[in-house]
């Protein structure tokens, strides 16, 4: 079983950086494909970014350029470099993982469901004021 752990969620300031960190652990061979999604209060669960274990990324339109998916794979942790942050990114952001891409890079870049994907994370906390 797969069992991923965020970190690195926070209250700052407009414009301001985070990095968020999602640590996996168990059968991490599972894991291959990672990816953040983000719930903001009274909304749906969105998708923002995905990478597969070749490096492979894709992002959501809203995310482009400002935020960064990485992977370290000897330490199978997953980051969300998050830069020049607005209010409106005040979510809970959900790290996840899959082994079949697609349903990730699907639910970032289409808008797809993401209900069926294998494994998620508790949640960090990012509040964004203005």
């Known amino acids: 079983q797969v069992q991923l752990v965020e970190s690195g969620g926070g209250s700052v300031q407009a414009g301001d950086s985070l990095r968020l960190s999602c640590a996996a652990s168990?059968?991490?061979?599972?894991?291959?494909?990672m990816g953040w999604f983000r719930r903001a209060p009274g909304k749906e669960r969105e998708g923002v970014a995905a990478i597969d274990s070749t490096g492979r990324t894709i992002y959501a339109d809203s995310m482009k350029g400002r935020f960064t998916i990485s992977k370290d794979n000897a330490k199978n942790t997953l980051y969300l470099q998050m830069n020049t942050l607005k209010p409106e990114d005040t979510a809970m952001y959900y790290c996840a993982a899959d082994p079949t891409p697609e349903r990730l890079f699907l639910a970032v870049g289409a808008g797809a469901g993401s209900n069926g994907i294998s494994y998620w994370g508790q949640g960090t906390q990012v509040t964004v004021s203005s």
């Open positions: 168990g059968y991490t061979y599972r894991s291959s494909c």
